[in-house]
C-alpha cells in the first residue's frame, strides 16, 4: 500500500474573470520507504498539494490517504506520524528555540532530546537564541530540527532548504538519506533542481497544478535527447549535420562540434561518414536541462543554447 495516495485531487479557486485551478485532477502514488521529489516553479500547486495532505485547506474534488487513512478522517491520528516543515515557518518571535522544542516535545508526549541536540550540532544551530534574532536559514534549521526530531514515519517537507548554505544543504541530504535507510518516506518540494537530482529517488514535475510527469530521477535524464560533443582530425564543415535529423544547437568550433541529439545516434555516424573521428562523447541532460523541457523553454533562450 502507498504511503501516500491522491486519486483525481483537486482545488479550483474563484477569482475575477473565472476560476483558477490550484490543482488539476492529481493522481499521484508515494511508496514506503522513498524520497520522492515534487518538483516546480513557485505557483505550480506543491504547497497546495501539502496543505490539502494535511487536511489544512479541503479539496475541491478527489480524495488523498496516507498509510491507507483518508486524510480528513483521520487528520489527528496521521499528524501523530508525519513531520512536517511548511514553506513559511512562522514561530513565537520572543521564545528561543530551545523553548520551542520543548513544548513541541510536551505536546507529541516527548521526544528524544540527544537526538535533537545532534540534529542541532549537526545543522550548527544554536538553539538559545530567541526566533526574532535567527536569519532566514537558521529558522529552515529550526523547521528541520520540529519536523525530524519525534522520528516520523512519514517527512513532508515544502522547500526545506530554502535559505541554507550549500554546506547546510549537503547535511540536509545527509539527514535524507539517514531517514531512507531508517524506513522513513520523504515527500520533499522543491524548485531547486540540485537537490532533487542528489537526494530523490523519484520526481513528479508539476505545472499550472497538473502533473506533467512522473519518473526516476534516473529515467528522467534520459528523457529523449543528450548532448553530444565530437572531435575530427580535420576542421568540421560548418554545414555537416544541417540535414541530420534529431540534431538541433549544434555549435562548430575549429575540429570540434557539439550539439544536442534526440533519438539514435547513427544518422549522426553516417554524416561524419570516412572522416576521421579522434572523440566522441555523449552526456545525458541535467535534471534541468528536463524540467525545462516539459516546461517547452529549451532549445534556447534568447538565441543561445542553453549549453553554450
Known amino acids: 500500500m502507498p504511503v501516500i495516495q491522491t486519486n483525481g485531487l483537486s482545488k479550483h479557486y474563484a477569482a475575477k474573470g473565472g476560476r483558477v485551478h490550484a490543482l488539476d485532477q492529481l493522481t499521484l502514488s508515494v511508496n514506503q520507504g522513498e524520497i520522492f521529489g515534487y518538483l516546480g ?4 500547486g506543491k504547497t497546495t498539494t501539502i496543505r490539502m495532505l494535511l487536511d489544512l485547506i479541503r479539496p475541491t474534488e478527489g480524495s488523498a490517504s496516507i498509510f491507507g487513512m483518508d486524510v480528513r478522517a483521520n487528520s489527528v491520528t496521521l499528524r501523530r506520524r508525519i513531520g512536517y516543515l511548511p514553506g513559511e ?8 528555540a530551545a523553548d520551542i522544542v520543548r513544548y ?3 505536546v507529541r508526549g516527548g521526544v528524544d532530546m540527544v537526538f535533537v541536540r545532534q540534529l542541532a550540532e549537526r545543522l550548527e544551530f544554536d538553539m538559545n537564541r530567541k526566533m526574532r534574532t535567527y536569519s532566514t536559514g537558521n529558522k529552515r534549521k529550526i523547521g528541520i530540527i520540529l519536523a525530524l526530531m519525534h522520528k516520523p514515519e512519514l517527512l513532508i517537507l515544502d522547500e526545506p532548504t530554502s535559505g541554507l548554505d550549500p554546506l547546510m544543504q549537503q547535511v540536509f541530504i545527509q539527514l535524507m538519506q539517514e531517514a531512507r535507510q531508517n524506513g522513513q518516506t520523504v515527500f520533499l518540494s522543491s524548485h531547486m533542481l540540485s537537490e532533487v537530482q542528489a537526494v530523490c529517488d523519484r520526481v513528479g514535475i508539476i505545472r499550472s497544478g497538473k502533473l506533467q510527469t512522473v519518473d526516476s530521477v534516473t529515467a528522467l535524464t534520459k528523457v529523449n535527447f543528450r548532448w553530444v560533443s565530437l572531435t575530427m582530425k580535420e576542421a568540421v564543415p ?12 549544434v555549435s562548430v568550433s575549429g575540429n570540434s562540434a557539439s550539439m544536442r541529439l534526440s533519438g539514435d545516434i547513427q544518422p549522426l555516424l553516417t554524416a561524419v561518414g570516412n572522416r576521421y573521428l579522434v572523440d566522441l562523447r555523449t552526456q545525458d541532460p541535467t535534471l534541468e536541462e528536463v524540467f525545462l523541457t516539459y516546461y517547452g523553454d529549451l532549445p534556447a533562450v534568447n538565441g543561445h543554447s542553453r549549453r553554450a
Not at 89 to 96: I, K, M, R, S
Not at 238 to 249: S, T
Open 89 to 96: 515557518l512562522n514561530l513565537w518571535d520572543n521564545e528561543t
Open 104 to 106: 513541541f516535545a510536551r
Open 238 to 249: 560548418a554545414d555537416l549535420f544541417e540535414k541530420v535529423p534529431g540534431i538541433e544547437e
Open 41 to 44: 516553479p513557485n505557483g505550480a
